[in-house]
């Protein structure tokens, strides 16, 4: 599981175990926007690569954390994938693999 920090600018609460919970239903129907601390940039999913871009309130930008550690689409469609070494993160079809579970570390 890789560490990733980043700013969730939608609500959240940490449950037992570390695993992030949406704060109200409304939130986990809908996601929110991961954001870079730092850059203040979005993360957005663009021709199947993850990378950060500026924030627009895009589909594409808008995300929710599963249980198990998944950035997934909103709509469901996609999750990061890490990168390998060297490589950049990209999106593909959720499949619960280890290479799509993340710990997030959120700071306020």
Same mark, same amino acid.
């Given at each position: 599981?890789?560490?990733?920090?980043?700013? /969730? /600018?939608?609500?959240?609460?940490? +449950?037992? +175990? %570390?695993?992030?919970?949406?704060? @109200?239903? !409304?939130? =986990? &129907?809908? %996601? %929110?926007?991961i954001?870079?601390? /730092?850059?203040?940039r979005?993360?957005? &999913?663009? #021709?199947?690569? &993850? $990378?950060?871009?500026?924030?627009?309130?895009? !589909? *594409?930008?808008?995300?929710?954390?599963?249980?198990? +550690?998944?950035? $997934? /689409?909103?709509? +469901?469609?996609?999750?990061?994938?890490? %990168?390998? @070494?060297g =490589?950049? @993160?990209?999106? &593909? #079809?959720?499949?619960? #693999?280890? !290479?799509?579970?993340?710990?997030?570390?959120? *700071?306020?």
């Amino acid at each position: 599981m890789r560490a990733v920090e980043v700013a /969730l /600018l939608c609500p959240v609460l940490i +449950g037992a +175990g %570390g695993a992030l919970l949406p704060a @109200a239903p !409304a939130a =986990a &129907a809908t %996601g %929110g926007p991961i954001v870079n601390a /730092l850059t203040r940039r979005c993360l957005d &999913a663009r #021709s199947g690569i &993850a $990378r950060l871009y500026t924030c627009a309130g895009q !589909a *594409r930008q808008t995300w929710t954390v599963t249980g198990t +550690g998944e950035l $997934r /689409l909103a709509d +469901g469609s996609r999750c990061v994938v890490a %990168g390998t @070494a060297g =490589a950049a @993160a990209r999106t &593909a #079809s959720c499949d619960g #693999s280890a !290479a799509q579970s993340f710990q997030l570390v959120v *700071r306020p």
